[in-house]
Nanobody, 119 residues
Framework: QVQLVESGGGLVQPGGSLRLSCAAS????????MGWYRQAPGKQRELVAT???????NYADSVKGRFTISRDNAKNTVYLQMNSLKPEETAVYYC?????????????WGQGTQVTVSS
């Protein structure tokens, strides 16, 4: 069983910055894909950014140049640095982690952390 703990959300003014963290724990052998998604009220969950074990990244067009995803493989943790935040990016942000445990493959979602961009 894999547990994910997210942190770093909160209230920020437009143009401000936040850094989200998501730490995975459990009987993990290796982690392959890690990523961040978000879901605004009344909308579907959408991809924000992903990163492979080797460090290759992929971003939604709307966040390119402002958000940076990174990971610390030794700590099984993924980060999302968000700069120049916009009000329309208010949402619950979820991390996703996929990999292998001692028993099987896994794919797990974090509990979500609220990001509110407002003056």
């Amino acid at each position: 069983q894999v547990q994910l703990v997210e942190s770093g959300g909160g209230l920020v003014q437009p143009g401000g910055s936040l850094r989200l963290s998501c730490a995975a724990s459990g009987s993990i052998v290796s982690i392959n894909a890690m990523g961040w998604y978000r879901q605004a009220p009344g909308k579907q969950r959408e991809l924000v950014a992903t990163i492979t074990r080797g460090g290759s990244t992929n971003y939604a067009d709307s966040v390119k140049g402002r958000f940076t995803i990174s990971r610390d493989n030794a700590k099984n943790t993924v980060y999302l640095q968000m700069n120049s935040l916009k009000p329309e990016e208010t949402a619950v942000y979820y991390c996703y982690v996929g990999g292998i445990t001692i028993k099987s493959d896994f794919g797990s979602w974090g509990q979500g952390t609220q990001v509110t961009v407002s003056s």
